[in-house]
């Protein structure tokens, strides 16, 4: 009977350590993925140091900036360009306000705040990230086209008669 009552403790000391493991690595990988987000813009340096080598990023959905891959080098050299030129002084805010995560992905929500080229441009996001090594090796962009191309490429709504 003590045998048994060993093994069970055993056991259950060894579940609780893997989900005490999985648990960490979600949070590891929710504290990189928000540190990506707080520096990507002020200290791009930080940012592609958590970056994968085998990094790509891609702007989703149906926008002029849609369906464009880049690797690690380009997001900074080409994305983050287009970015500033867009937006060309800076975001007043962008903020994550919510994290979902889990040993092999995260998802941040988060909210922004700046002047496109025209007009105010306050959009929300899901940013999605995909973890390997510790690294972001993969991020999808989620966000409204609508407000992309109304505020960033002064595209006009017309009614289809």
């Not at 990506?36 to 085998?54: D, S, Y």
């Not at 500033?84 to 919510?98: H, N, S």
């Amino acid at each position: 009977m003590k045998l048994i009552t060993i093994i069970i403790s055993l056991l259950v000391s060894g579940f609780t350590y893997a989900g005490h493991h999985e648990k960490t690595t979600s949070a590891q990988n929710i504290a990189t993925a928000t540190q990506f987000m707080q520096t990507v813009l002020a200290e791009p340096v930080i940012a592609k140091g958590l970056l994968h080598n085998e990094f790509d990023f891609e702007f989703m959905g149906v926008s002029q900036l849609s369906n464009v891959m880049y690797d690690k080098e380009t997001y900074f050299s080409k994305w983050m360009v287009t970015v500033g030129e867009l937006i060309p002084t800076g975001f007043r805010k962008l903020d994550v306000v919510d994290a979902i995560g889990d040993d092999k992905a995260v998802a941040l929500m988060v909210e922004g705040d700046a002047d496109g080229i025209n007009g105010l441009y306050a959009n929300k996001y899901v940013f999605v990230f995909k973890f390997s090594d510790g690294k972001i090796i993969s991020l999808r962009e989620y966000t409204s086209d609508l407000l992309v191309e109304t505020r960033l490429y002064k595209q006009k709504l017309v009614a289809d008669d």
